[in-house]
């Protein structure tokens, strides 16, 4: 029986001491690897206009997919001001040609200033401004190495399927804020963009050309690896 003193149980006391591990883990693996200025720059201009954007965690991972996968050919839907792309084209070998699509232009124009920043040659960025489910149809299928969606979750259900057909055997896709700030594992939360993400987890899950992972860092951080033949 609980103590009537208001003094915690051992139990309290053990889930306390876990929960303070774990954010100061989540807090020392999320600053792990330091920024660089020009993501600095970025990520300022991001808060400046009030704009949410991958944390450094999830970019760190994907710059080193990007290693990995000797990644030339990548794809990524929702620019922002470049912070995504930036970590992106920090893993893409020198000849990389980074495809990225946003509905705004304007957001197009601060990412080339944030990839200027870096000394990104501009014919290694296709930037193009539309609806990711008209853009990705035009695409080349089979021909990326990473698709990273970092957008509209509420959009994702409607060209998801278009987005994994880009990618080669072996390639990834990378879904940004699989965790929607902790409301995707909890079951009582129903509005409407942390149901479509957690639809989007299980559909990636339940995938059968994908190999899927769930990571816990930043916002979270969904993976699929398109299968190989035969496997």
């Known amino acids: 029986m609980a103590p009537t003193d208001g003094r915690p149980t051992a139990a309290s006391a053990g889930r306390a001491r876990t929960i303070a591990d774990k954010t100061t883990s989540w807090a020392y693996a999320e600053g792990f ?105 035009r695409l080349t299928e089979g021909g990326y190495d990473l698709v990273l969606l970092d957008a509209d979750p509420l959009g994702v259900a409607d060209y998801l399927d278009r987005a994994v057909r880009l990618l080669r055997p072996g390639g990834v896709l990378a879904v940004a804020g699989a965790l929607h700030h902790d409301r995707v594992g909890d079951p009582a939360r129903r509005d409407p963009i942390t149901t479509a993400v957690r639809e989007t987890t299980r559909a990636v899950r339940d995938h059968p050309l994908l190999v899927p992972t769930l990571l816990p860092v930043s916002g979270g951080l969904l993976l699929g690896v398109r299968r190989r033949a035969g496997g």
């Open 33 to 137: 690897v330091p920024e660089g200025e020009a993501l600095e720059r970025a990520r300022a201009r991001a808060e400046g206009l009030g704009m949410e954007v991958i944390g450094p965690g999830a970019g760190a991972v994907l710059r080193g997919l990007c290693v990995v996968a000797d990644a030339r050919s990548v794809v990524e839907v929702g620019t922002g001001v470049g912070v995504s792309g930036l970590w992106l084209l920090e893993g893409m070998p020198p000849d990389g040609v980074l495809t990225t699509i946003d509905t705004e232009a304007e957001h197009l124009r601060l990412a080339r200033q944030s990839f200027a920043d870096l000394g990104v040659r501009p014919a290694r960025i296709r930037g193009i401004t539309g609806r990711a489910v008209d853009v990705l149809s």
